[in-house]
């Protein structure tokens, strides 16, 4: 063994808080015996859970979402802890998988009805909604509850079963969620979470019980799935970057447009997929707008995210990722970019960076066609409104996108204009349980939440019977 391989390496799985550097728990990985076990009591679960009424499902759903709400303070705080979300923003969070899992309660025994189409040539034909089998989830640390909700619940209620393999960073939030399930009568096998390697991950996904996998993450981790799925002929969903466009055409109120681009850009402490990350504003509000966004970001200093006091800022997921992002602005910088405010990365063991506002990226650069991920607001100044939509789709990402005016017809003329899975005109964002989730281009593929979730990981049957 050579002098600078420790003698025990960190688990895989392991839980620290980045507001104070400090080891919550760790995991090994899984050994090969428990994956084979999980795929096996997935595969076991699903021929029992598939045969149940989907009214019986649904009310499982409706018990989860009861339980997510009598457990906000528990879960929340557990995702404080463990990836440093404030305190409010995990109440809200896990508030919402409430409202989403009661959404699938609901909605989902209409949604996967059967549907009556017209024959030709006589008889009678429906489009039915049936159940896959067993479905892979890969998740994300950004929104440790939420990300699996919104995958889990309508899957469970069309009657597909669930194995999880959560960020290495979050094994607490995933052994919650599994609990949690589980009180809510989800059968044994019906959702299990795998503390898997990534060969591990590779193995499941080629696992004939697999019957598709689900992905929300990086480019690169997408593309490395949708591959080995591809191999093995897998239905794959796959929720990945963004580098969603926030333009701002006119306003009452330049400063206090800057004030509500801030709060959007700074929620989750920037770690979003669809967040505002690049700013596209108008040459007359442009100055005013970009001083008051430098006002906003001086004005915070480092706070806990358990106290979440007004005024502070949470640190950002793991003390790698605020020096990787620290790195990203300097190289923004360095390719000519100004830096107006933060950037800073501060000392310690935690993971903060001093939130930053960057103007006059050029075009070609990294900083211009890659996401900040992180509490950095991008601005840009253009001359009228086809000059912001040609900027806007000027990106590989196509996950979300917003325009703003004071004429929501001009709004939307220019949103109608949007390469993008989800425009909003006058909003930051169209958001709820019923509102589909997805991008297009390098962002992914497939939908999740509303109508369109229950969409993906099932079999479009159709039945006809000949008069």
């Keep these: 063994m050579s002098a600078d391989v420790p003698v025990t390496a960190p688990s895989p799985y392991r839980s620290v808080n980045p507001a104070t550097g400090q080891v919550l728990a760790e995991h090994p990985t899984a050994t090969e015996d428990q994956v084979q076990e ?36 528990e879960l929340a705080a557990i995702i404080t802890e463990e990836m440093g979300k404030p305190l409010s923003e995990a109440r809200e969070e896990v508030q919402f998988c409430a409202e989403i899992f009661g959404y699938f309660a609901e909605q989902g025994p209409e949604l996967a009805a059967d549907q009556p189409i017209t024959a030709s040539g006589g008889g009678r034909a429906v489009i039915q909604k049936r159940p896959v089998g067993v479905l892979l989830g890969i998740m994300p640390w950004n929104y440790p509850y939420y990300q699996v909700a919104r995958f889990a619940a309508p ?6 079963t669930i194995l999880l393999k959560h960020a290495e960073s979050c094994p607490r939030a995933a052994l919650a969620l599994e609990q949690l399930l589980a009180d809510a009568g989800v059968p044994a096998g019906g959702y299990v979470n795998v503390f898997a390697s990534h060969d591990q991950v590779a193995d499941i996904i080629a696992d004939p019980r697999v019957q598709g996998v689900s992905l929300t993450g990086s480019e690169r981790a997408g ?6 799925a591809g191999r093995n002929l897998k239905k794959v969903v796959l929720e990945l970057g963004g580098s969603d466009p926030y333009i701002v055409l006119d306003a009452e109120d330049p400063a206090e447009a800057a004030r ?3 709060a959007t850009r700074m929620g989750n402490t920037g770690q979003a997929c669809n967040s505002n990350k690049r700013m596209i504003v108008s040459a007359d509000l442009y100055d005013e707008f970009v001083a008051e966004l430098t006002r906003q970001a001086r004005a915070l200093t480092p706070g806990d995210p358990a106290a979440d006091a007004p005024g502070t ?7 790698a990722a605020a ?8 190289e923004a910088v360095d390719a000519g970019a100004t830096l107006h405010a933060g950037g800073r990365l501060l000392e310690g063991p935690g993971a903060y960076l001093e939130p930053a506002v960057l103007t006059g990226i050029t075009p070609g650069t990294a900083a211009h066609h890659q996401e900040l991920f992180g509490p950095v607001a991008v601005v840009y100044r253009v001359a009228d409104d086809d000059e912001a939509l040609t900027l806007a789709n000027d990106t590989p990402y196509g996950l979300g996108g917003a325009v703003f005016s004071t004429n929501p017809e001009r709004a939307r003329r220019v949103a109608e204009g949007l390469e993008c899975g989800m425009a909003a005109v006058n909003a930051a964002e169209a958001e709820g349980a019923g509102m589909p989730f997805g991008g297009v281009k390098r962002s992914g593929y497939g939908r999740e939440l509303g109508p369109l979730g229950m969409d993906e990981f099932v079999n479009k049957r159709l039945l006809y019977v000949q008069d």
């Design 38 to 73: 999980a795929l096996a009591a997935a595969d076991a679960a699903f021929h029992d859970w598939r045969s149940r009424p989907i009214q019986e499902r649904a009310a499982v759903a409706a018990r989860a979402g009861e339980l997510f709400a009598e457990r906000t303070e």
């Design 260 to 262: 509500a681009a801030f």
């Design 155 to 160: 899957n469970l209620v069309l009657g597909n």
């Design 313 to 319: 800022f949470a640190p950002l997921s793991s003390r």
């Design 323 to 330: 020096e990787g992002l620290a790195a990203r602005i300097q």
């Design 223 to 228: 593309a490395a799935v949708a591959e080995i």
